[in-house]
């Protein structure tokens, strides 16, 4: 199971930081990506970080803003949001990939997903 935590409301150009802990299959290797939606869109990668932390990768949108980052040993991801913008707000979901090796971009190749996390950007 995935817990998303740390959403909330913050200015623009402010900041934020959620929080994706697993429990349960902990012993198993796999990546962990976000995702975003926002009200009447499409759901969106965020960011992806492999089990070893290796590989690393963001969307287009976020590149340079956010940080994704893990602790293995408290089985949490952590996901920095810096330089907020209105158009950043959406529901934030966590979710893991059973894998040993890399990170997906794409939803589809997730295996479970946290409930998600309500991030809003006032302007």
């Known amino acids: 199971q995935l817990q998303a935590s740390g959403g909330g409301l913050v200015q623009a150009g402010g900041s934020l930081g959620l929080s994706c802990e697993a429990s349960?299959?902990?012993?198993?290797?796999?990546?962990v990506g976000w995702f975003r939606q926002a009200p009447g869109k499409e759901r969106e990668f965020v960011a992806a970080?492999?089990?070893?932390?290796?590989?690393?990768y963001y969307g287009d949108s976020v590149q340079g803003r956010f940080t994704i980052s893990k602790d293995n040993a408290e089985n949490t991801v952590y996901l920095q949001m810096n330089s907020l913008k209105p158009e950043d707000t959406a529901v934030y979901y966590c979710?893991?990939?059973?894998?040993?090796?890399?990170?997906?971009?794409?939803?589809?190749?997730?295996?479970?997903w946290g409930q998600g996390t309500l991030v809003t950007v006032s302007s």
């Open positions: 349960g299959r902990t012993d198993s290797r796999y990546a």
């Open positions: 979710a893991a990939d059973l894998r040993a090796y890399g990170a997906s971009l794409f939803d589809l190749e997730y295996d479970y």
């Open positions: 970080i492999s089990y070893s932390g290796i590989s690393i």
